[in-house]
């Protein structure tokens, strides 16, 4: 069974340029959550997304944004990129809301992001 | 503000030692707590999660944790601990208020000698 995809896997951008990272859920899975993870650092929450509606945004400027697609797919866009956006993002899904609060999410293998 | 707090940053042990990875959490009233674990070259995984009952939560590859309120604490244990343990463990909390933002610790990096 195919679990969470992200693509891509690395990506080297430079200040003020735009980046858009995708996730693919796992089939059947309708809830998607991005993080943030920094080197050195515990994942940061962004956005929780179900059912094509946000349901959660974490402490992040309006230059991150994000959306989720009829198929569950999921796109994050960050605007006038800085050096301190360089880090690691993750795209978690799972079957519903509620068991992504429940701690019932699936992560996949991140995309790597530098900015220079 | 609330946060999530792991002791130790690197952790190293050799084979058959035992574990145990601290962790606190600030918040106050219910709270739900997981341990995640991510081993080299693969993805973050659940271990174990506790939302009430028993205090002692037991979770995948001999793993478990037990919940002190009075402590407001979260420690990892295992009794003896492999090679192939070897991995960051992060230690994610919320509170029963905030239904979807999970705070995390900064993680331990645990290394095993064989």
């Known amino acids: 069974d195919a679990g969470v995809t992200q693509s891509p896997t690395h990506l080297i951008k430079t200040r003020g340029q735009h980046v858009t990272l995708r996730c693919s859920p796992i089939?059947?899975?309708?809830?998607v959550s991005w993080y943030q993870q920094v080197l050195g650092q515990g994942p940061q929450f962004i956005f929780q997304?179900?059912?094509?509606?946000?349901?959660g945004r974490g402490n992040f400027p309006d230059r991150f944004s994000a959306r989720q697609f009829p198929n569950y797919s999921s796109e994050l866009n960050v605007n006038a990129l800085l050096l301190g956006d360089s880090a690691l993002y993750l795209c978690?899904?799972?079957?519903?809301?509620?068991?992504?609060?429940?701690?019932?999410?699936?992560f996949g293998p991140g995309t790597r992001l530098t900015v220079l | 503000a609330q946060s999530v707090s792991q002791h130790n940053h690197h952790v190293i042990l050799s084979e058959a030692a035992s574990l145990e990875l601290g962790c606190n959490y600030s918040?106050?009233?219910?709270?739900?707590l997981f341990w995640y674990v991510q081993y080299p070259g693969q993805h973050l995984q659940l271990l174990l999660k506790?939302?009430?009952?028993d205090p002692l939560v037991k979770g995948i590859k001999g793993f478990e944790a037990e919940f002190i309120k009075s402590k407001f604490s979260f420690n990892l244990r295992k009794p003896s601990v492999q090679w192939s343990d070897t991995a960051e463990y992060f230690c994610?909390?919320?509170?029963?208020?905030?239904?979807?933002?999970?705070?995390w610790g900064l993680g331990t990096s645990l290394a095993v000698n064989p």
């Open positions: 089939s059947g899975h309708k809830s």
């Open positions: 997304y179900y059912e094509k509606e946000e349901r």
């Open positions: 918040y106050g009233g219910t709270v739900n």
């Open positions: 978690a899904s799972s079957l519903d809301w509620s068991l992504a609060v429940w701690g019932e999410q699936f």
């Open positions: 506790y939302f009430s009952g």
């Open positions: 994610a909390g919320r509170s029963a208020g905030n239904n979807r933002k999970l705070i």
